[in-house]
Structures are given as C-alpha cells and as structure tokens.
C-alpha cells in the first residue's frame, strides 16, 4: 500500500438487542448495526490535533489506545456523527471502529476486520476501564453479532480475551425488521455503569443470578432471530428488560418509553448500559411507536437491520465539510 497523507472512514452505530452488562462476563449477546453512522476525517500531522485543537494530556483515550497500539505518529482528526453520544447506541465504539481503520489505512498497517476489531475493543477497556467487544465487533463488522452463542449458530469471526474472560465473536444472519429507538436525552456514560454492576455483583449472589439469566434468554432471543419469529423475540426482549430494571441499570425515563411503546410494538427494552439513553421496540407500526415516544418525552429514531459495518468513504459528507462535533 502507497503511503497516504489522508483518509476518510465511517462506523456504524449499533443497538444490544439482548445480552447488555452480562456480556461483560462472558454471556452470550447479540447486537445489530444500525444506519446511523461516525465520520472521521484522519490526516498524519505534527501534534495530535482533534477537530482543530490540540489534544489535552489524557484526553482522547479511545484515539491514543488506537495510536499506541499500531506505534502511530501524531495525527490531526475531523469528526462528525448522527448518532447520539451516551446513547447506548454505540457512538464511542463506532469511533473506535472508525480511526482504527483509518489509523491502519495511513500508517500501512493490517487492515482486516479482527485486527480493527481488537484496536477498537482495547480502545473501549483503555476508556472505561471494563468493556465487552460486542459493541466494536458489530460496529466494525456491520450486520448482525453474536457473542459467545453455540457454533452452530453463526459464522466464526474471531475470538477476543481479557480481564480473565474470553468473548467469541460470530456473525449471524438477521432478517429484515424495524425498530424504533427512544432516545431519553440523558447523559449516560458507559464506564460507572457497567463499575456499579460490577459492584453489585460482587456484593450480591442475586446479581450474579440475574446476569446468568440473561445471558440464557439472549440464546432463546438468538433463536427466535433465526427463525424469523419477531413475537417470541418480542417477548425476550421485554423479559430481558425487566432483568435489567432488577439489576438497577433502567431509570424512570427509561421505563416510561419501554411501557409506552408495548400497545404498538412486539417488545420493548433498553439498550446499552441503561441509566439514560435510549430503548429500542421491535415493531411493524413504526410511526405509531414514534407518537408514543414523542407523548412520553422522548426522541424517536427509525433504524433497519442489514447495515455495512467499517469501510473507507470516498466522499466527505455534509457538503465537503466536517463540523467540530466530536
């Protein structure tokens, strides 16, 4: 590959349909991608520079854990995003995602979908401290991800240890459904989450109970995805709420659009790690979901399955312009 001054990359966002916090231990999970995505604008420079200032000692941490491990130079970085930050709708993972191809691109590194997988996923332990690679597996691969379900029931991609656990990530096939995303406009940071129910974890055998339960209906919900079944997948999804509620990561506005979008929709349920952010319903009656979740207080956003993960973009979007929204 000819050296480059300049590369341009995308992510899409993602949403857990089943399996948020368990997965962190281990358990199976399955997300999706989402036709929301990040836009990075990368150029090899002298300072590190983050939509036209200097990046700040230990700021940035996902970009420098993604610098550090391809031993890359400084680098100026535009941004620009539709998905919502601190949504649970995975704008860091899908930033992760992003400059680690982009990283790979300019520095003439490998640029296979495991390798960005593992820089994007580090990036997420590097920032929080505690991650599972669900939300940079999908956001880097695109489509439908698995975590830790049977190997008969999907695609091997690759396979990621740390902290003591091993996540094995495949692909699965999703068939074509809508969902509707509630977002509530709260600021939910990902890493004091996922710290509290760590906490509670290991303070509570009841916790660890819920966290084995959920990761055992993610494997019924995996199975009600491959059949087709978008009632009983419904269902799961509403029951995988309502542990989650137990494990004390759901919040009042989270609930109201949960219970809000139920008379139009075959399930509802948070998605990411709670505290805010947003829910998503599984629904036929788009529209009708959207006026709920409006009356309710929150922000509705129609997403579709079947989306392209990582990829190298030709085209700066926004008119050739990339506004300082990082």
Not at 127 to 137: E, K, V, Y
Not at 241 to 264: R, T, Y
Not at 269 to 284: C, E, H, P
Request: net charge neutral; glycine share 10%.
């Amino acid at each position: 590959m000819n050296e480059q001054d300049c590369v341009i990359t995308s992510a899409p966002g993602k949403m857990i349909i089943l399996g948020e916090h368990s997965v962190v231990y281990g358990k199976p999970a399955v997300a999706l991608a989402i036709d929301r995505r990040f836009y990075c604008k990368v150029q090899r420079s002298q300072d590190f520079v983050v939509n036209g200032y200097r990046a700040m000692a230990g700021s940035h941490p996902h970009i420098r854990s993604i610098l550090h491990d391809n031993r890359a130079g400084n680098i100026t970085v535009s941004a620009v995003t539709d998905i919502p930050t601190s949504s649970g709708l995975g704008s860091s993972a899908a930033l992760s995602s992003s400059i680690a191809l982009a990283v790979r691109r300019l520095f003439e590194r490998d640029v296979t979908e495991e390798a960005i997988a593992n820089d994007a996923f580090n990036a997420e332990w590097f920032a929080q401290g505690r991650a599972s690679p669900i939300d940079t597996s999908t956001c880097t691969h695109g489509r439908g991800v698995a975590i830790n379900n049977p190997v008969d029931m999907g695609k091997a991609l690759w396979k990621i240890s740390k902290g003591g656990n091993t996540w094995n990530v495949t692909d699965i096939d999703v068939p074509d459904m809508t969902f509707v995303v509630g977002y509530t406009g709260i600021y939910a940071p990902t890493g004091p989450i996922v710290e509290k129910v760590r906490k509670f974890k290991e303070r509570n055998g009841f916790a660890k109970d819920i966290i084995d339960e959920m990761g055992l209906i993610a494997l019924l919900g995996l199975n009600a995805i491959r059949r087709g079944d978008k009632e009983d997948l419904g269902e799961i999804m509403t029951r995988n709420h309502k542990l989650l509620s137990i494990l004390g990561v759901s919040c009042k506005e989270l609930n109201k659009l949960v219970n809000a979008s139920l008379p139009h929709s075959y399930g509802a349920k948070l998605t990411g790690s709670g505290g805010g952010g947003s829910m998503i319903a599984l629904t036929d009656e788009p529209e009708a979901v959207c006026e709920a979740i409006r009356l309710h207080g929150g922000t509705p956003i129609v997403v579709h399955t079947e989306t392209e993960g990582v990829r190298v973009e030709n085209n700066v979007p926004n008119n050739g312009t990339f506004p300082l929204e990082l």
